[in-house]
C-alpha cells in the first residue's frame, strides 16, 4: 500500500480563496471531527485560531504533513521544532480520521510517524517526541510510574516499534462553572491564603507594570512544571518573546485571561495562571482552555493554586457567559496541581501519552 505524505502550505487568511485556503480549511475541519471526541471539545478551533497558533513564531517552527485520498484527509501530523532552547528536538503529533480502522490506519499513522523521523534526521534534531492516547492505567505505564498506554494502539505501535519510551501521561479534564459556587470557594481560598497574598487580574497582553515579573514567571514555568524524562531545556523570556506568544494566542480572535497572585511584602508575583476563551458559540457552550498554572516552589503550601484557578473561573463567567466550561491538561504525576482540580471541580475526559526517542539519526 503507497501512502504519499505531503506538506501542508499556509494561507495568508483563514478564509482565502483557492487551492491553497480550501486545502487548509479541510485539514482544519479534520482537526475538529479528530479532536472532538478524543479532547470532549477542549481542543476545539476556528478556522482563524488554527491559523494563528500554527503559524511559525520566534520560538517554534511548525509543520503540518498530511496524508489524503483525493479531497478527504485521512491522516496529519503537527510537527513542533523548538528554536530558542531544545532545538535538537522535533516534536509531533498525529491525528487520524475516525473510519480509518485495522490495517489502513495503522499504515497511515506508520507513514506519518516515518515522516517525522526523517525530517528529524535531515534537519538535524535527534530527540524526537509522539504522542498517544493514554489512560490512568496501560500494558506500557509511563517512566513516571503514573498512567499508561495500549501498544497496540494505532498511534501507539509504530512509537513502540521504532524504540519510543512513554515518558508521560497527562490528563484532560473539563469542569462546569455553572455546577460550581465560585464566589463562595473564592471568598474561602482568600481567607486560607493570608493577607499576604493579592490576585490582579487582566485580559490580552501582559500590561508593562508586570512584564518582567512574568517573564520570570514563564521561566519559572518551564523548570518547575513536572516533565518527567522528557528532554526540555530551561526556557529564557524576553519581551520579545512574551509578547509573541501572546500573539501567537489570540491574532485569531482568541481572548487571554490571566489572574497573578503578588505577594505584599516583596511586591514579587508569586504565580499565574490563564485561560484562552474563543469566538462565543452560537449554542452558548463553549470551553475556554486553562493554559499554565504555576505557584513558584517557595510560595507554595498556601493554597495560592485554588486561589488563582477560582478567581480565573470567576473571570470567566462574568466576562465569557457562552464559554461555561473550561478544559485543562496536567501530568498525570502533577499529584498536588490534580488535588486542586479535582477540588475545583474538574472531571478527567480523556488522556494522552507524550513518547521519547533520543537518538534518531
Same mark, same amino acid.
Not at 485569531?252 to 503578588?262: A, N
Not at 474563543?278 to 470551553?287: K, L
Given at each position: 500500500m503507497r501512502i504519499d505524505v505531503t506538506p501542508l502550505t499556509l494561507p495568508a487568511t483563514a478564509d482565502e480563496a483557492g487551492e491553497v485556503g480550501e486545502r487548509f480549511r479541510a485539514v482544519s475541519d479534520h482537526m475538529e471531527r479528530v479532536n472532538l471526541p478524543r479532547y470532549a471539545g477542549t481542543a476545539a478551533l476556528t478556522h482563524e485560531e488554527r491559523l494563528a497558533s500554527w503559524l511559525p513564531n520566534e520560538a517554534d517552527d511548525h509543520l503540518v504533513r498530511v496524508v489524503a485520498d483525493g479531497d478527504r484527509v485521512l491522516g496529519i501530523s503537527s510537527i513542533?521544532?523548538?528554536?530558542?532552547?531544545?532545538?535538537? !528536538?522535533?516534536?509531533?503529533? @498525529?491525528?487520524?480520521d475516525d473510519d480509518l480502522v485495522g490495517e489502513r490506519r495503522l499504515a497511515v499513522a506508520e507513514a506519518l510517524t516515518d515522516d517525522a523521523m526523517r525530517l528529524a534526521r535531515e534537519l538535524g534534531r535527534p530527540t524526537v517526541m509522539g504522542g498517544s492516547p493514554a489512560a490512568s492505567t496501560g500494558a506500557?505505564?509511563?517512566?513516571t510510574g503514573f498512567g499508561g498506554a495500549d501498544p497496540d494502539d494505532a498511534e501507539a505501535a509504530p512509537l513502540v516499534a521504532r524504540g519510543f519510551v512513554l515518558e508521560q501521561v497527562y490528563r484532560v479534564s473539563v469542569a462546569d462553572i455553572l455546577d460550581l459556587d465560585l464566589d463562595a470557594r473564592l471568598t474561602d481560598a482568600r481567607e486560607r491564603s493570608g493577607d499576604d497574598y493579592e490576585t490582579i487580574a487582566w485580559a490580552g497582553p501582559t500590561p508593562a507594570a508586570h512584564r518582567a515579573e512574568m517573564r520570570r514567571l514563564h521561566e519559572r514555568m518551564s523548570t518547575d512544571a513536572p !516533565?518527567?524524562?522528557?528532554? @526540555?531545556?530551561?526556557?529564557?523570556?524576553?519581551d520579545e518573546r512574551l509578547a509573541d506568544f501572546e500573539r501567537s494566542k489570540t491574532d485569531g480572535g482568541r481572548t487571554m485571561r490571566t489572574v497573578v497572585v503578588r505577594h505584599r511584602p516583596s511586591g514579587a508575583l508569586a504565580g499565574f495562571t490563564s485561560l484562552f476563551v474563543g469566538a462565543a458559540p452560537a449554542d452558548g457552550a463553549g470551553i475556554a482552555r486553562q493554559h499554565d498554572t504555576l505557584v513558584v516552589a517557595e510560595h507554595r503550601g498556601r493554597a495560592l493554586g485554588m486561589l488563582l484557578k477560582l478567581a480565573n473561573l470567576v473571570e470567566l463567567r462574568d466576562h465569557h457567559p457562552a464559554h461555561p466550561r473550561v478544559g485543562t491538561w496536567n501530568a498525570e504525576e502533577n499529584r498536588h496541581m490534580l488535588a486542586v482540580n479535582e477540588a475545583t471541580g474538574f472531571v478527567a475526559v480523556a488522556h494522552e501519552g507524550v513518547w521519547q526517542r533520543k537518538d534518531v539519526r
Amino acid at each position: 500500500m503507497r501512502i504519499d505524505v505531503t506538506p501542508l502550505t499556509l494561507p495568508a487568511t483563514a478564509d482565502e480563496a483557492g487551492e491553497v485556503g480550501e486545502r487548509f480549511r479541510a485539514v482544519s475541519d479534520h482537526m475538529e471531527r479528530v479532536n472532538l471526541p478524543r479532547y470532549a471539545g477542549t481542543a476545539a478551533l476556528t478556522h482563524e485560531e488554527r491559523l494563528a497558533s500554527w503559524l511559525p513564531n520566534e520560538a517554534d517552527d511548525h509543520l503540518v504533513r498530511v496524508v489524503a485520498d483525493g479531497d478527504r484527509v485521512l491522516g496529519i501530523s503537527s510537527i513542533w521544532l523548538p528554536l530558542q532552547e531544545s532545538t535538537d !528536538v522535533l516534536d509531533f503529533g @498525529l491525528a487520524l480520521d475516525d473510519d480509518l480502522v485495522g490495517e489502513r490506519r495503522l499504515a497511515v499513522a506508520e507513514a506519518l510517524t516515518d515522516d517525522a523521523m526523517r525530517l528529524a534526521r535531515e534537519l538535524g534534531r535527534p530527540t524526537v517526541m509522539g504522542g498517544s492516547p493514554a489512560a490512568s492505567t496501560g500494558a506500557v505505564t509511563a517512566a513516571t510510574g503514573f498512567g499508561g498506554a495500549d501498544p497496540d494502539d494505532a498511534e501507539a505501535a509504530p512509537l513502540v516499534a521504532r524504540g519510543f519510551v512513554l515518558e508521560q501521561v497527562y490528563r484532560v479534564s473539563v469542569a462546569d462553572i455553572l455546577d460550581l459556587d465560585l464566589d463562595a470557594r473564592l471568598t474561602d481560598a482568600r481567607e486560607r491564603s493570608g493577607d499576604d497574598y493579592e490576585t490582579i487580574a487582566w485580559a490580552g497582553p501582559t500590561p508593562a507594570a508586570h512584564r518582567a515579573e512574568m517573564r520570570r514567571l514563564h521561566e519559572r514555568m518551564s523548570t518547575d512544571a513536572p !516533565v518527567g524524562g522528557l528532554a @526540555l531545556e530551561p526556557e529564557t523570556w524576553s519581551d520579545e518573546r512574551l509578547a509573541d506568544f501572546e500573539r501567537s494566542k489570540t491574532d485569531g480572535g482568541r481572548t487571554m485571561r490571566t489572574v497573578v497572585v503578588r505577594h505584599r511584602p516583596s511586591g514579587a508575583l508569586a504565580g499565574f495562571t490563564s485561560l484562552f476563551v474563543g469566538a462565543a458559540p452560537a449554542d452558548g457552550a463553549g470551553i475556554a482552555r486553562q493554559h499554565d498554572t504555576l505557584v513558584v516552589a517557595e510560595h507554595r503550601g498556601r493554597a495560592l493554586g485554588m486561589l488563582l484557578k477560582l478567581a480565573n473561573l470567576v473571570e470567566l463567567r462574568d466576562h465569557h457567559p457562552a464559554h461555561p466550561r473550561v478544559g485543562t491538561w496536567n501530568a498525570e504525576e502533577n499529584r498536588h496541581m490534580l488535588a486542586v482540580n479535582e477540588a475545583t471541580g474538574f472531571v478527567a475526559v480523556a488522556h494522552e501519552g507524550v513518547w521519547q526517542r533520543k537518538d534518531v539519526r
